[in-house]
């Protein structure tokens, strides 16, 4: 299988908001430490490229939003603030890492979603909040069965120390027999994964009556459970407010803060079913040059996750690799093309026992010969207890299995 790797190292994020991107601001770390950002000067710059640069210890880099003041309210709109990361190929991810920059404040709530379709679809991979039933409308402590395997999990956001990592296999019992856990398999399957930032403070007040708030509020909270957005709807800031006008307005008054990650990590291995044991960029990739990454195919298997079977191996249905078995596609090596205009009819292997099988294709194998013969014509496989050599009835006429 091919390496395990953090899949995002150099890989391109799209972030929602960066600091300064429209000029100079002003933004505050956790103490009174405030400083400019400016998107348009090198050394005021916290571009989103800092977030999968070389992560290294002695010269940190950030990305940064744009400041903006603490909620009100719990009733106040959610910041959403997004990091999309857009891998290009499918990966089997096993962690989500996010290193939050020194000084800056750790968020209170966050939502990791994934995609398997380059973007098009996402689904929710896992929560972190103080307030998880509130925000999120999810119980803080659920506990994944068999039955529930591919259900995104609130974990207490409380807990956040400098960096977070949400493991996706982690707690699901499936785990130890993953090669043979299909509903695992598509869990851990993203191309793109995106981490949206709903709260960086909760109001200390609220935060007190979270006990009773479990109980009492986890019916009303239910139905708003998927879309948190949709709960702040009409309260508040609206899309089409101007921020940077509050932004600057609030400055003098309350202390501006922001989210801060100095690193955005994805640790798992390129997808290729088993079949492969290296990812390759292939193609020019036109102007850019960055070509497609997809996987090297062994085991006569095609595709750029290693998902079908070549043209002529479908002896067998195709199956990912365990590692117990390699589940090799199978059929004939040989070259066909001169047998194209052989019409169907009835087969007789030149070599009695030599039978090697019949696929979907209507592919027939006898000894060293590959006859293309019509679907069913020949029937299946040989049946059980007929002996090899024996006259069997197959389509036309009888012949030797
Ligand atoms: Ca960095």
New binding site residues.
Partial sequence: MPDFVNAAFGKPVEASSTCGSSGPVRYCDSAPDCHICDDSNPKRRYPAS???????LSN????RSEPQPPPASSAAPPDNVSLTLSLGKKYELTYVSL?FCPRAVKPDSLAIYKSMDYGKTWQPWHFYSSQCRRVYGRPNRATITRANEQEALCTDGSSMASRIAFSTLEGRPSAADFDYSPVLQDWVTATDVKVVFNRLYFPKSDEEEDEDDEDNNAQRDQPQAMEPSLKYKGLGLHAGDDLNSLVTTATTTVSMSHYAV??FAVGGRCKCNGHASRCTNTGSGGAGGGGQLTCDCRHNTAGRECERCKPFHFDRPWARATAKDANECKGEDGDVSHLNGLGPGPVRPAVSGAWHGVGPAGSFVASHMFIKISRGLCGTRRPAGAAEGVEAEGGRGPFRW
């Fill in positions: 800092f977030l999968t640069d070389l992560n290294n940190v880099t950030c990305w290193q100095s690193d």
